[in-house]
Nanobody, 128 residues
Framework: QVRVVESGGGLVQARGSLRLSCAAS????????MGWFRQAPGKEREFVAA??????????LYGDSVKGRFTISRDNAKNAVYLQMNSLKPEDTAVYYC???????????????????WGQGTQVTVSS
């Protein structure tokens, strides 16, 4: 069982930056693919970014809406994953979730259905 806890959300003005953190438990964290998803009111959960486990070299994938603005990274020594968000837009407003997957795949999944471990979410609000 893996426990995941997000932090770092808040209120920021458009074009500002935020860094989300995700702390995960478990001795096998480095092998897990980790992802960030977001969900705005009335919308489906959306893929933001994911990074593969150390066994596949930490491959990073991004959703089209955040490419070039967001960066995902991980620190396996700290059992942590980060999401650096720059050039934020009002449409980035959502609850952001960190998720972990134990699936052994060459590239991290972009579907939330493939992630087994979820945090409670952290609110990000971008004002115009």
């Amino acid at each position: 069982q893996v426990r995941v806890v997000e932090s770092g959300g808040g209120l920021v003005q458009a074009r500002g930056s935020l860094r989300l953190s995700c702390a995960a438990s478990g001795s096998t964290f480095s092998a897990y693919n980790m992802g960030w998803f977001r969900q705005a009111p009335g919308k489906e959960r959306e893929f933001v970014a994911a990074i593969s486990g150390s066994w596949s070299g930490g491959i990073a994938l991004y959703g089209d809406s955040v490419k070039g603005r967001f960066t995902i990274s991980r620190d396996n020594a700290k059992n942590a994953v980060y999401l650096q968000m720059n050039s934020l837009k009002p449409e980035d407003t959502a609850v952001y979730y960190c998720a972990g997957s134990s699936r052994i795949v060459p590239r991290p999944d972009t579907s939330p259905n493939e992630y087994q471990y979820w945090g409670q979410g952290t609110q990000v609000t971008v004002s115009s």
